[in-house]
């Protein structure tokens, strides 16, 4: 009995403080984290700011999921619609191959969407805003970077800033399809879109661009990804799907002299730049690399509307590599930085809804 009672009085006590802790979260959830975008952008903008709905509401993050690493796992498990996709296989130059999978529309209005390191246009946010888009009327292409969709021709297949084979995406789309043409790239999509817009003479027919968690500085992040375990964690998971797009290819790099059993030791990712990208794109100096391609020291010559959207807790891109100033110089871009979000999340009220999907589709209508 005695039991009994003692089990019953521990179980009580048990459901009272799960009780309280979920009424604690509660009171959390609806005071703190219903926050507006901080946005950075030139007063000339304004009027065509005040039309973008999605920057003046305070958002709700998902419940019980709005801290940032864990937006960043569910965002893999988003619900989205099934897409009709018609396959483009194009040539690129260096005995390179890349695929464009295109959802058709009758209307004259293009998007390019550029997805992030080991993506594809698979990819839960590629596929979510494709849907969004096509409803909406447009053309929209989805890109797959070489040795993704089909294998490599040659050991050249891509680095933080390979701009080559999005140009030739871009020039296909130009020579095949009429209209206009918008670019929007995710994470190091993100940081090709940015650099390819930033250092190319444009084609008039490309009007807007984005980048969404655009890693600014890459020797930052690198040197960030070496202040603590979580984020050797974090540089270990990167290591690993990094190797498994190259496992995908061992034939040719062996063939290219390059040691996979060296590569299957690397435990993050300067290891692996510097065993096969340093030797395959001829870097003399990998630390150079990472400044050298990153694309921060494009965002002064970007002529068009861009948009660039960054979250404060992204695991991956901290808040401290987002390069405010310099944004606010150029009148072309429209920063927003979202308190929650993480890396490629910024889920809403349920799986489904992504303020980023919501965020792109007022700029490309009204910026």
């Known amino acids: 009995m005695l039991q009994t009672g003692l089990g019953k ?78 396959t483009l296989k194009i040539e690129a130059p260096q005995n390179g191959i890349i695929v464009l999978d295109l959802c058709d529309s009758p209307a004259s209005k293009n998007v390019l969407l550029v997805h992030g390191f080991n993506g594809s246009s698979n990819s839960k ?13 447009y053309r929209v292409f989805c890109f797959n970077a070489r040795g993704t969709k089909t294998p490599l021709d040659s050991e050249i297949f891509f680095h933080i800033g390979w701009t080559v084979d999005l140009n030739a995406a871009v020039e296909y789309i130009l020579k095949n399809y009429d209209g206009s043409l918008e670019l929007y790239g995710f994470s190091m999509g993100a940081a090709w879109v940015t650099k390819y817009i930033g250092e190319t003479g444009l084609d008039q027919r490309i009007i807007k661009a984005g980048a969404v968690c655009l890693p600014f500085d890459f020797s930052e992040i690198e040197k960030y990804f070496n202040q603590s375990y979580r984020m050797k964690f974090y540089n270990r998971i990167l ?26 030791k690397c435990t993050n990712i300067r290891d692996i730049d510097n065993i096969i990208t340093k030797r395959v794109f001829s870097f003399e100096d990998i630390s150079r690399y990472y400044k050298d391609e990153s694309c921060v020291q494009h965002i002064k010559n970007i002529k068009i509307p861009f948009l660039i959207l960054n979250s404060k807790d992204d695991p991956i891109i901290p808040e401290s590599v987002i390069d405010k100033e ?3 110089k150029n009148k072309n871009i429209l920063l927003v930085v979202n308190p929650w979000g993480g890396h490629l999340g910024f889920l809403k009220n349920s799986l489904e809804n992504s ?4 965020i792109i589709l007022d700029f490309s209508k009204y910026f």
């Not at 946010?125 to 009327?137: D, P, T, V």
């Open 9 to 86: 009085i521990l179980q009580f006590i048990f459901d009272y403080n799960k009780i309280n802790l979920l009424l604690v979260y509660l009171i959390y959830y609806l005071v703190r984290c219903p926050c507006k975008p901080e946005l950075f952008y030139c007063k000339s903008k304004s009027e065509r700011i005040q039309l973008m709905k999605s920057l003046h509401k305070k958002h709700m993050p998902l419940f019980l999921f709005h801290f940032g690493f864990v937006q960043t796992i569910l965002q893999l498990f988003r619900p989205v619609k099934n897409l009709l996709y018609k």
């Open 125 to 137: 946010y590629i596929r979510g805003l494709a849907y969004i888009l096509n409803r909406e009327g």
């Open 239 to 264: 290591a690993h799907n990094f190797f498994r797009y190259l496992r995908r290819n061992k034939e040719i790099f062996e063939k290219a002299g390059l040691d996979f059993k060296e590569i299957a």
């Open 326 to 328: 310099e944004c606010r």
């Open 355 to 358: 303020l980023a999907d919501d």
